[in-house]
């Protein structure tokens, strides 16, 4: 089933927030990541938590974890036309070989001026 | 420091023939991931090799499917025969050997099957 599930789409308006939401099944998972990924392009690393911190803020980005729910969110402040684009939460996969991600289906961000 | 390259950018084939991407990791990167992505979906993970050895082909289809990293730098996705459903952007991705802080994707080849 399915390790890492995002809803879908959400649609903001310029200067307002975006909350993008994400739920995870593996209790292990010592980072969290949230991609971006613009049309025609690869995906690219916005930003990581790790499993021992609540928050973490990196200028107009705010994650926060949620241990318990096994609930991860991304917070754009002032979210510009420019963010719109899908976003993907990832983690380390259960009973996996590797270091390899696993990836939500993505929140496509759409941001209206 | 240069990205991830890959190659070619699009590629359409009829079903029923083979084709190859290559892909070149950021120089010094030991860990190398091959990822498919279909439409409306996340990438999923075919293969992953760290240096030239496979650490992680358990969603590659075999059967259709190879992979390779001879000198554990540049390395090759082939299908053969393609499918209808291998329609998607293939994505490789390269990571230090530590990949704690994430790690780099390519601009992927979009493959179309008809």
């Known amino acids: 089933g399915e390790d890492v599930e995002q809803s879908l789409f959400l649609s903001v308006r310029e200067g307002d927030s975006s909350v993008i939401n994400c739920t995870y099944t593996d209790s292990s998972s010592t980072y969290l990541y949230w991609y971006k990924q613009e049309p025609g392009a690869g995906l690219q690393l916005l930003t990581y938590i790790f499993s021992n911190m609540d928050m973490k803020q990196d200028q107009r980005l705010t994650v926060l974890l949620n241990k318990k729910d096994k609930h991860l969110s991304l917070r754009i402040a002032d979210t510009q036309t420019g963010d719109s684009a899908i976003y993907f939460c990832a983690g380390p996969p259960l009973n996996q070989a590797g270091t390899a991600l696993i990836f939500g289906k993505g929140t496509t961000l759409s941001v209206s001026s | 420091e240069a990205g991830v390259a890959q190659s070619p950018r699009y590629k359409i084939i009829e079903k029923r023939q083979s084709v190859a991407f290559w892909c070149n990791p950021i120089s010094g990167h030991a860990t190398l991931y091959w990822y498919q992505q279909i439409l409306g979906q996340g990438p999923k993970l075919l293969i992953q090799?760290?240096?030239?050895?496979?650490?992680?082909d358990s969603q590659l289809p075999k059967d259709r499917f190879s992979a390779e990293r001879l000198k554990g730098v540049d390395s090759t996705l082939k299908i053969q025969p393609a499918k209808l459903e291998d329609s998607a952007v293939y994505l490789c991705?390269?990571?230090?050997?530590?990949?704690?802080?994430?790690?780099?994707f390519g601009s992927g080849t979009r493959l179309t099957v008809v």
């Open positions: 991705a390269s990571s230090q050997a530590d990949v704690n802080y994430g790690y780099t």
């Open positions: 090799f760290q240096n030239n050895g496979v650490v992680d």
